[in-house]
Each structure stands twice: as C-alpha cells, then as structure tokens.
C-alpha cells in the first residue's frame, strides 16, 4: 500500500506474433499514482515507448469498468491479480509498493493462443456458446410481459451464473487449463429458467463436447477457477453441469 | 466428463474399503488371536471377498487409467508454462493434496502391489485358536514390521495417503455432481478429517506392532 508516486519494474511478456517464440522485457515506470488502474499503469508505459519510438505493449481492454470481461493479464503469477473479484481494470495501483518489481504474462492456454504480447485468442468460447449458449424463440409480436412466472430464487440463481463476463481467467488460473466453469456458469444460467428447457439436455452435451475439442484440459476440482473469477462464479456450477450431463447422457 | 463421474465412483467404493480394511486391521490391538480370527472369518465369505477384490481391481484400473487421461490432457493443454504462478487461496481448494494425486496415485499403486504380495500371497502359516487351524497372518505381520527399511516406506505411504485422500473425498462428490455451495465446505472439511483417521489409524499399527511385540 502506497500513498506517494511510484517507480514500478515491469517484467513483461513480448511477443511479436503467434508464430513467433517470445520472451520477457524489463521495463521501469516511473511517478506512477496509487489511484491509477493497472491498465492506466501500462498506459503510461505505451506512452513512454511510444515517444522513445519503441513497439507499444499491446493489450486487451474495453469498458474498463468490471463488465465486458475483454481485460486479462495474469499479474505476478495471478489472473487478474490479487484483489478479489476484480478485473484487471478495477485493480488500482494503491495494491503495490513502490519499486516492486511486477511480472505480467499473457493467459497461458493452448486453446487461447497468444495473438501479440499480452493478447490471448479467446475465440475458443465463442465456439462454446455457439453450440448452445442461446435460447430459441418465435419472433413475431412480443408476449405479454409477466406471462411465464419464474420465483425469485430461480431468478437469482440464473443470475449467479450469468454474471460470467467470459473473459478466460479461469482457464489461466486452472493448472489444468480446463474451462469447465465458464462452460458450467453459460450452461447454468438456462437450467432454472423455463425459456432454457427445450434445448437444456441438447445444449450441455453440445456444449461439453466441444469444450473439450477445444483442447482445454480436464477440471481435477482445485477449484482456483472460483478464487480468480472477477465475478466469484462458483464451482457449484461445475457439480451443476456435471448432473446435467450425467442426466442428458442417460436420456 | 463421464471419466470423471467413474473416476469417483472407483475412488469412492476404494475409500469404503479402507474404512473397512481399517476397521479390521484395528482388531490387532486385540491381540494376534483376535487378528487372526478376524481374517479367519473373513476368509468364511469367500464369495464376497472375492466378488470385492475383483471390483477393487476392476475401478483401480480404471481410477488411475482416468488419472494418467487427466494428467496427460493437462500436459496437452497448457504447452507454454507460466514463468510465474500462484495460488489465490480461498475459496480455491488447490493444495500439495490436489496438485500431486497423480503422483501420491503412483506411490500408493506400487505400495498397493508390494502390500499384496507381502501379506495376501506371503507366507502362509497356521495356528490354532479355540482347537480351530486358521491361517496365522500376525506372525508374518511382526516379521515385515520388524524390518526398519519396510516400516519406513509403509510409514511414508501412508502419510502419501492421507494427502491423496484429503482432496479425493470432496472431489468424488463434485464430480458426481452433489457440490454446491452449502454442502461443498461441509464435504470439504468432512474428508480432511476422513483422510486424517485414516493415514493415522493405518500409521499406527505398524508402529504399535514394532514397539510391543
């Protein structure tokens, strides 16, 4: 914890494609507020290269307010750092002292191949909901609002689960690079709803199935994917799309 | 993910067997008459005991084929290592326990190997108890314990065990689907303490059998 400006050593991951092998870099930032996010931190660092005519750090951001899930990094050896339930971007430099030195590696996956530097292909995910991350509807005129009544607690639990930003720190955090909670979070969300039951035995062997094409490692239950997840997905998901499995494969 | 849910069933039905194996072992501190009458009647069931070795055999095969599956797509999925890594801590459950049950797995196999040998296919011996000729497996017992280098290494295992145990428990039930987030720390807790009673029980005997006869 620092009140005082702060002179940071950034060990960071450069890599010019993904093709190419990569390597660390050391970089000094200096006068670094404690009130910046990390991601203004490396702003400050890409400004810096940019004046001295080096290649900027490129790295994935968007809303940069907890919600779009695009923001990643793996921070001294954490997927989004140290703080809980916070994505890079809401993790303030106050966190950090000065002169520390702080590594900062891409999430490290086969199935999210590094695209340059710090940015990771998570395009694996999209091929996940692709295969039943949706409901099925008539377009046409709207039904009456409050037609299907759904309890509270049903209400609550789908929204536990559709919290998930996707943005991956599980599969980072999982020693086993296994993707199993933002699948079971995605395949969740529709088993307590009514608009989920027509394709909710269909959607999770769908689903499953090509998680595991992906080549995303198997879940051996560590359960780190809960403890780095911004949002604190629980692995009682998991347990979740485990029964849905079971009962879709006995069907 | 079906491996998973036979991976804990197998894990599962060898957990019950060493509650029950240790149960039985305990009768030792009965004395060597009660040890060997408890593994006469045992004997008595013959049709049981060997439908159960054979169902042991059968999910310890497929428990650690399923391992080596889990560990093999492990190595697959994450080609480039972290330079740096650790473990947020709670609400994880990644420990020494989690991170090496291949390894504890292996350890345990061989010993379960060399266990078989040394007592199941040992020596066999007789004594009589109550006029009745029963196998005498108490006087191979004194005589294996009473080698300081096979002590040691039963020791060592069985303090593997309990590593190996103290993730297994909770785990065989989140694969089988029944964690959630009331039950999970419950069933957490429930088979740390599981996995202590039963390193322990099994580590004492040796000890017991060393110092007393």
């Known amino acids: ?251 | 993910m079906g491996k998973k849910v036979i991976m804990a069933l197998a894990g599962l039905f060898w957990f019950l067997f060493l509650l029950a194996h240790l149960l039985g072992n305990l009768t030792i501190f009965a004395g060597p008459d009660a040890l060997n009458g408890y593994a006469h009647k045992l004997e008595g069931l013959k049709a049981l005991v060997i439908a159960a070795e054979l169902f042991l055999a059968l999910a310890l095969i497929f428990h650690a084929m399923y391992g080596i599956i889990v560990w093999w797509e492990k190595w697959q999925a994450r080609p480039q290592k972290y330079a740096m890594y650790r473990s947020k801590g709670k609400p994880s459950y990644q420990t020494t326990s989690s991170r090496t049950m291949l390894y504890t797995g292996i350890v345990i196999f061989i010993f379960v190997v060399i266990h078989l040998l040394n007592f199941k296919f040992g020596r066999f011996e007789t004594t009589t108890i109550n006029g009745q000729e029963v196998r005498d497996l108490f006087v191979l017992v004194k005589e294996v314990f009473h080698q300081p280098g096979y002590l040691i290494f039963y020791e060592v295992v069985m303090i593997l065990l309990g590593f190996h145990l103290r993730h297994a428990f909770w785990s065989a039930f989140q694969s089988l689907g029944w964690g959630n987030q009331k039950y999970t720390p419950m069933l957490y807790k429930l088979g740390v303490l599981l996995a202590i009673i039963i390193a322990a029980g099994f580590f004492t005997i040796p000890i017991y059998v060393y110092l007393k006869y």
């Open chain 1, 1 to 251: 914890m620092s009140d005082k400006n702060m002179t940071l050593t950034l060990r960071i991951w450069r890599q010019k494609d993904a093709n190419s092998k990569g390597g660390f870099e050391t970089y000094t930032v200096t006068d670094i507020s404690p009130d910046m996010s990390f991601l203004e931190m490396l702003d400050v660092l890409n400004d810096n290269l940019t004046k001295e005519g080096k290649e900027p750090v490129e790295f994935d951001n968007d809303c940069r307010e907890g919600i779009c899930g695009m923001c990643s990094l793996v921070i001294n050896g954490i997927p989004h750092g140290d703080q809980h339930r916070t994505a890079t971007c809401q993790l303030h430099m106050r966190h950090f002292h000065d002169g520390q030195t702080i590594t900062i590696e891409p999430f490290r996956a086969k199935a999210f191949p590094v695209v340059k530097d710090l940015v990771v292909d998570r395009s694996a995910f999209d091929r996940i909901i692709a295969k039943g991350g949706y409901i099925s509807v008539n377009t046409g005129s709207a039904q009456d609002a409050n037609n299907i009544p759904i309890s509270k607690e049903a209400a609550d639990a789908a929204m536990d689960s559709a919290e998930c930003i996707g943005c991956g720190a599980c599969v980072a955090a999982c020693p086993n690079a296994s993707a199993s909670l933002f699948v079971s979070a995605k395949i969740s969300q529709y088993t307590f709803l009514p608009q989920g039951q027509p394709e909710r035995y269909r959607r999770v062997l769908r689903m499953v199935e090509q998680m595991d094409a992906e080549g995303f490692g198997g879940c051996s239950n560590h359960g780190e994917c809960e403890a780095v997840c911004p949002k604190g997905i629980s692995i009682a998901n998991i347990a979740r799309m485990r029964r849905e499995y079971v009962k879709a494969s006995l069907r």
